[in-house]
């Protein structure tokens, strides 16, 4: 069975610091990993990485794959209280527009 | 450009009632896919719509049901309302069947009393 896992499930810090989040997957034809960050609405989308090793930024947030260990990590750096969501992983297979989504990871940034 | 939009965005039934949702993909989107979100299962596939065919079908019981219209607007169905269906309830579309992006609407807020 596809399974995507997250942690921390949550995560509390100080306006400033900098967060890794992680996302591990178990999923038959992976097509690709995406990332979103959902406070009391819609998911927002921030990444989807389809190759190793290959860096994804925008502004503070960052994102890699490796697809050899099968995980992923969502980097913020100079956390700000607008951060706080939770946080998404999303796995897309191949031949579908199907998501296998993680538990999500419960930020919360203080000021 | 528009978002995917959901419609009702909060809604109150009764068990053994029946509920009708739709949704509008972003245009020129032509894949919607449905997903019921709580707080126990987390975010689950329901199913995803092609050119007005279902492709694939999640792991929810046959009450649950959907179809997708010639311009790609899309509604869904659950029938015999259960207590637990009680979810958040979000459309996402994309541009072709595979390899895109998926956007997400905002929800429609289902409470079965």
């Known amino acids: 069975e596809d399974k995507v896992v997250q942690s921390p499930l949550s995560l509390v810090v100080h306006e400033g610091d900098t967060v890794t989040l992680n996302c591990s997957y178990e999923?038959?034809?992976?097509?690709?990993l995406l990332w979103y960050k959902q406070e009391k609405k819609a998911p927002t989308f921030l990444f989807m990485l389809?190759?190793?090793?290959i860096e994804k930024k925008s502004g503070r947030l960052s994102s890699i794959l490796d697809k050899k260990e099968l995980f992923s990590i969502l980097n913020i750096t100079a956390t700000q209280t607008g951060d706080s969501a939770i946080y998404l992983c999303a796995v897309g297979v191949q031949g579908a527009q199907k998501l296998v989504f993680g538990q999500g990871t419960r930020l919360t940034i203080n000021p | 450009k528009a978002g995917v939009t959901q419609t009702p965005r909060y809604l109150i039934k009764t068990r053994g009632q029946q509920v009708t949702l739709s949704c509008s993909p972003i245009?020129?989107?032509?894949?919607v896919s449905w997903y019921q979100q709580t707080p126990g299962q987390g975010l689950q596939f329901l199913f995803e719509y092609f050119s007005e065919t279902q492709r694939n079908k999640g792991n929810f019981p046959g009450r649950f049901s959907g179809r997708q219209f010639s311009n790609s607007r899309s509604e869904m169905n659950v029938s015999t309302l259960e207590l637990g269906d009680s979810a958040l309830y979000l459309c996402?579309?994309?541009?072709?069947?595979?390899?895109?992006?998926?956007?997400f609407g905002e929800g429609s807020w289902l409470t079965v009393v």
């Open positions: 245009s020129g989107h032509r894949s």
């Open positions: 389809t190759s190793s090793g």
């Open positions: 996402a579309s994309s541009l072709e069947q595979t390899g895109n992006t998926i956007y």
């Open positions: 999923v038959t034809n992976f097509r690709s």
